[in-house]
């Protein structure tokens, strides 16, 4: 355990409904992160925050996409209008950020697996 | 374009067996590497990282080596165990937050 948690761990939705997906990081971490994982391929980057501001998003992240982190704590995820092609598992993860421009080891929550049917 | 990738999708090891585990990276500019391990239903867990000043990096039962001139990068696991049984991914990063995948290898323990 990691310490970054994620709920839920599962869902199972229809098309064209909306999900929220939470994230809560490691306490003291400012930097908190979204990937999408597809069977049997790497994370891929979705998004990132430094603490309650969204810093960069991926062109993977669609305008039915959209994440908050309001008060620099915990994070939300929402997909709009959900496609069979969102199915992936949503990995959350944290790092403490110091220096500017300087990577940091991010450590991952458990995911929540989105299957939309 | 940005790529990381490793070259086998699968490694069988026997127990006790050393593993090593290959990547090879497409950007001259990324200047710091991890190596994750995930096991089935988990997020990705940090094993070892290393930053481009170095060649070598080891921990415990861990070593990675990086040899910028051909961009690759390999995780040496030491005395492989069954628990090692997992999909190893290697990582990059350029000077900022954004960190590239590559597809991952499995790695299977025979016993």
């Known amino acids: ?117 | 374009g940005e790529s990381v990738g490793l070259h086998l999708p699968t490694l069988s090891v026997q127990e006790g067996d050393n593993s090593i585990i290959n990547c090879a990276y497409s950007n001259s500019a990324s200047d710091y590497f991890i190596w994750y391990k995930q096991e089935s239903g988990k997020g990705p867990q940090f094993i070892i990282d290393i930053r481009s000043n170095m060649d070598k990096r080891q921990g415990q039962r861990v070593t990675v080596l990086l040899n910028k001139t051909v961009k690759h990068l390999s995780l040496q696991i030491a005395a492989t165990q069954p628990g090692d049984s997992a999909v190893y991914f290697c990582a990059e990063s350029s000077g900022g937050f954004k960190t590239i995948f590559g597809a991952g290898t499995r790695l299977f323990v025979k016993a």
């Open chain 1, 1 to 117: 355990d990691t310490g970054v948690s994620q709920d839920p761990r599962h869902k199972i939705t229809k098309r064209g409904q909306n999900v929220t997906f939470r994230c809560d990081p490691i306490s003291e971490h400012n930097r908190l992160y979204w990937y999408r994982q597809t069977l049997g391929q790497g994370p891929e980057f979705l998004t990132y925050f430094q603490n309650e501001a969204q810093l960069e998003k991926s062109r993977l992240l669609s305008d039915r996409f959209s994440a908050e982190r309001p008060k620099g704590s915990f994070s939300t995820l929402e997909i709009q209008r959900t496609e069979q092609g969102d199915s992936a598992m949503y990995l959350c993860a944290s790092s403490l950020g110091v220096l500017a421009g300087e990577q940091e080891t991010q450590y991952f929550g458990p995911g929540t697996r989105l299957l939309v049917l």
